[in-house]
């Protein structure tokens, strides 16, 4: 089993229950994984168990004690890298499109999971199917993503990014022409009601903020440049579709699975620009990757029908 780090935090002001208390507090851990920890007695107030509904109060200590992890039973795969920077707390890679992020039903192997385990040691504090994974970018997107290697640098990039303060910046070729240069989607996003292996935009869902820019028109055809300001399941691509303007390639949210004769396997969208704060040294860290050919093969296909 692998060890998990104590949390303690010192209640400053009377704030309400427990569970949304932990719940707004910049934790690495979602809503419902805490509030089952309080449940299983994993989260004590001044060293007793408590219910989820108990009501802190000023100088209560809080005690967040996770669960031990299981260490991966995963198979550590020799599966090439395109690693863009790597140090003792982190690496960023630059995922193809069509790989995995990590194991799942259907898909047991060949992740990008199975790749990280056979190049470096991998934080734990994710679970089992999960280790070293901060964020996530769908299969057929392709780009950028940062990889925890240690439970401290994971904490700490896990809650720069609850903050907001991680900068990811996506590149998509969507359908249709924008009179405005730039804008924001604001539109809340949550299951499907229809189909649970898709996103929505929904009136109950979770806030979710998507800012664009254009950075090139076509006849038909746009490229966006778009900043994420929160990061939910699928975000740019239900947010896109939703505007009427759904990423080209994308079989889920859109239709196109073709343009000047090329067969896409996916969506045109890419992790392009990641900004972060290096864990121990402070330093930001800015990385950008360029689009991958087939991306740019599309782009010039439009350039030169432009211009015919």
């Known amino acids: 089993m692998a060890e998990t780090t104590l949390v303690t935090m010192t209640i400053d002001q009377e704030q309400g229950r427990l569970d949304a208390v932990l719940g707004q507090a910049k934790l690495p851990y979602s809503r419902s994984t805490l509030a089952n920890w309080i449940k299983e007695g994993l ?102 993503l940062m990889v925890a290697k240690n439970d401290q640098a994971h904490h700490a990039l896990a809650a720069e990014l609850k903050a907001h303060k991680t900068q990811r910046i996506y590149y998509a070729l969507v359908k249709g022409n924008f009179e405005e240069n730039e804008g924001t989607i604001d539109a809340p996003i949550g299951r499907h009601p229809m189909d649970r292996k898709k996103q929505a935009v929904a009136e109950d869902g979770r806030e979710a903020v998507t800012h664009f820019k254009v950075v090139e028109r076509f006849a038909g055809y746009t490229l966006l440049e778009l900043a994420l300001e929160t990061g939910r399941t699928h975000q740019i691509r239900v947010h896109l579709a939703y505007i009427g303007h759904p990423v080209v390639g994308d079989s889920v949210y859109g239709h196109q699975d073709k343009i000047f004769n090329i067969k896409l396997p996916g969506q045109l969208l890419h992790a392009k620009t990641l900004v972060l704060t290096q864990p121990k040294t402070q330093e930001e860290l800015r990385f950008d990757s360029a689009l991958p050919p087939l991306f740019e093969q599309v782009l010039q296909e439009l350039r030169e029908n432009q211009g015919s």
Do not use: W
């Open 43 to 144: 989260v004590l107030v001044n060293d007793q168990a408590v219910k989820r509904s108990y009501m802190v109060k000023k100088g209560d200590i809080v005690s967040i004690n996770p669960p031990a992890v299981k260490e991966t039973a995963l198979e550590a795969e020799n599966i090439p890298l395109d690693v863009v920077y790597e140090d003792d707390d982190l690496l960023v890679v630059n995922k193809p499109q069509g790989m995995v992020v990590h194991p799942a039903p259907g898909h047991s192997g060949g992740t990008l999971v199975n790749a990280l385990l056979y190049h470096a040691p991998l934080s734990t504090i994710n679970g089992e199917f999960r280790p070293g994974i901060v964020h996530r970018i769908d299969r057929d997107t392709s780009g950028l």
